[in-house]
């Protein structure tokens, strides 16, 4: 059973598409992330939701619009895609701001690349 | 805002010790942890550190201190599978915000 799960795995696609990412967790957990990690490795956070609500905009562009359905749930819409925004997109679930340790589990990661 | 430091790459090899350190710089603090990530894999909690000292986990060790704002994550007998990029992570004091450093890409050689 996969704790947390996004899909696509990967995506390739032209600039100016919109494309969509979807994240799911079968932990339980009530707060959920997405992270964005360049090709240097740096992993940066764009947004935290807890329990539905949006916690965290990491003064992300606004083309980045994240939608969580209910707390297991956290589904990422970019548009107007560019260049720059190629990178490997990873969600992420933890207890409620982290728990006791802030420990993350993050999903397998969504290669986007744009063309 | 947040800020940290940790070297970009270590080489070591099987069998070894190998330290891995971060300072932080934060407005706000509420633990540094540790992740290990290996190419195409997602990143995976290793260890947490919420007050100062050492905490060990099988081989890996990790240590904060609080005054220096700095901590280290310590591997011992290193094996071939160790090699992976490790990351430092602070999260602040509202718990919903976890932000990593650069990464320092660890290569075990035989």
């Known amino acids: 059973d996969t704790a947390v799960s996004q899909t696509p795995k990967y995506l390739v696609t032209q600039m100016g598409n919109d494309k969509s990412i979807k994240c799911e967790q079968n932990?339980?957990?009530?707060?959920m992330y997405w992270y964005k990690q360049d090709s240097k490795k740096f992993l940066k956070i764009m947004f935290s939701?807890?329990?539905?609500?949006?916690?965290i905009n990491e003064t992300v562009p606004n083309r980045f619009s994240p939608k969580s359905p209910d707390k297991a749930h956290l589904n990422l819409h970019i548009n107007s895609l560019e260049l720059g925004d190629s990178a490997v997109y990873f969600c992420?679930?933890?207890?409620?701001?982290?728990?006791?340790?802030?420990?993350?589990?993050f999903g397998e990661g969504s290669r986007l690349t744009v063309l | 805002g947040q800020s940290l430091e940790q070297p970009s790459e270590v080489t070591a090899v099987e069998g070894a010790i190998v330290q891995i350190n971060c300072t932080y710089q934060?407005?706000?603090?509420?633990?540094l942890s540790w992740y290990q990530q290996h190419d195409g894999g997602a990143p995976t909690f290793l260890s947490y550190?919420?007050?100062?000292g050492l905490e060990e986990t099988g081989r890996f060790s990790s240590f904060l201190s609080r005054s220096d704002s700095y901590g280290y994550l310590l591997l011992q007998e290193l094996q071939m599978k160790d090699s992976a990029s490790y990351f430092c992570?602070?999260?602040?004091?509202?718990?919903?915000?976890?932000?990593f450093g650069a990464g320092t890409r660890l290569f075990v050689k035989a």
């Open positions: 992420a679930s933890s207890h409620k701001g982290g728990g006791n340790t802030g420990e993350l589990f």
């Open positions: 932990l339980g957990h009530d707060t």
């Open positions: 939701y807890n329990n539905k609500e949006l916690i």
């Open positions: 934060t407005s706000g603090f509420y633990g």
């Open positions: 550190n919420g007050l100062d």
């Open positions: 992570a602070v999260r602040d004091t509202g718990g919903f915000k976890t932000i």
